[in-house]
């Protein structure tokens, strides 16, 4: 299981991400970074809602009341041009942790 | 039996009770919590033990708040910036039309006049366009004088200014005050010195009224 601070840290790009695969709403972005990371990321449910709606103020992402077939209204979240330039910018933050701890672990056990 | 129904609006009551009280997010959270028990029924659940575990994973109503809470900050910054934009543009295309206006059109207007006045055989006193001027300049100042506090107090409103910077910059205002009394007037002392004092006074009520608004707020944090 992942911390705490490192969920909150990863939550942005997780989320823009996800998003930029296309339109999708609260519960299915959970349900699927679970299964993406085989249950190790782990959410309070609620506590996604804040963060969506903080991108959403960024002006990262935008959203709409979708009514589904069982008639229950879903909010979809979509990403915007802003939120992609985020994504690149954040992408290439991880990546550079990624790769400097790699090179570290590298030389350590090999 | 259980009432689902029942169940979820006593649980938004709980979250509207811990200060989660916009519907939309009520709504929202609501829809996350039936997608939830419904997939938990799917798998086998009853229907009570769907919504007990669903609530759960929700989280708990003041920790919620808390994060809410900063969502709307960012909301706020991101207002405020825009404001701050929208003012900043305003003023600069309401000077700039208001320059051109007087500097350009209006002495073409008036040369324009003389000239349709000579074509007709009436002589159009020189000296009135120089009085004309004046009262253009004039009205237009003060228009722009007297809607300065309230540009000061719009700045203080979306947080760019406080009453403590304002009145740090009593000095300069004064000073801008006195330039404004003796440009927009005619020039001698008395006419100075009755356009000043108002000027003055507006502006220290914004500072006074700048300094009552973040009392009340400290109040209400």
């Known amino acids: 299981m992942l911390s705490k601070e490192l969920v909150a840290a990863s939550a942005e790009p997780l989320i823009l991400s996800l998003l930029s695969g296309g339109e999708s709403y609260g519960y299915a972005i959970i349900q699927e970074l679970k299964a993406r990371s085989k249950e190790r990321i782990h959410w309070t449910d609620g506590m996604l809602y804040p963060v969506l709606h903080r991108m959403e103020a960024e002006g990262w992402i935008q959203s709409r009341w979708v009514e589904a077939e069982n008639g229950r209204r879903r909010k979809y979240y979509s990403i915007k041009k802003d939120g992609q330039r985020a994504l690149a910018q954040q992408r290439e933050q991880w990546l550079t942790v990624h790769s400097v701890l790699a090179g570290l672990w590298k030389e350590r056990y090999v | ?221």
């Open chain 2, 1 to 221: 039996m259980f009432d689902l129904d029942q169940a979820i609006s006593d649980w938004r009551q709980q979250l509207a009770a811990g200060g989660i009280k916009a519907h939309e997010v009520l709504n929202e959270l609501e829809s996350h919590l039936c997608d939830d028990v419904e997939q938990e029924v799917r798998s086998g659940m009853s229907v009570e033990q769907a919504f007990e575990a669903a609530t759960q994973r929700m989280g708990q109503a003041t920790v919620l708040r808390a994060e809410f809470e900063k969502a709307d900050q960012a909301k706020r910054v991101r207002v405020r910036k825009n404001l701050l934009g929208v003012f900043v543009v305003t003023m600069g295309v309401f000077i700039t039309s208001a320059s051109f206006g007087y500097f350009v059109i209006l002495p073409l207007a008036l040369r324009a006049n003389v000239q349709y006045g000579a074509w007709l055989g009436v002589d159009v006193p020189q000296a009135s366009f120089g009085f004309i001027c004046f009262i253009c300049r004039f009205v237009l100042g003060m228009g722009l004088a007297l809607a300065m506090p309230v540009g000061l107090l719009a700045l203080v409103r979306i947080g760019h200014l406080n009453h403590r910077k304002l009145a740090s910059f009593r000095r300069y205002i004064i000073v801008v005050n006195l330039i404004l009394g003796a440009v927009l007037t005619t020039p001698e002392v008395v006419s100075q010195i009755v356009m000043f004092v108002p000027l003055q006074l507006l502006c220290e009520a914004s500072i006074w009224i700048a300094s009552r608004w973040e009392r009340n707020e400290l109040k209400h944090a």
